[in-house]
């Protein structure tokens, strides 16, 4: 089964429960709406670009 972007479901999922602000998923819902895209993708692409950022965070050393 295809997601509404089109693009194939991913091959293992995890069912996770977290609880978010309620505004801040307002507005996660709304994106998701104005771009026909499901509230998990829209998250699933958050955090991927939140662990791409710190990924690429230099990190800083301790004195030495």
Same mark, same amino acid.
């Given at each position: 089964m295809a997601t509404k972007s089109g693009n194939p479901p991913e091959k293992r999922r995890k069912v996770f429960g977290l609880s =978010? &602000?309620? &505004? =801040?998923? =307002?507005?996660v819902q709304h994106l998701a709406l104005d771009q026909d895209r499901y509230v998990n993708e829209v998250i699933e692409e958050a955090a991927k670009d939140l662990l791409k950022k710190y990924r690429e965070k230099p990190t800083k050393k301790g004195p030495e």
């Open positions: =978010l &602000d309620r &505004d =801040l998923m =307002l507005e």
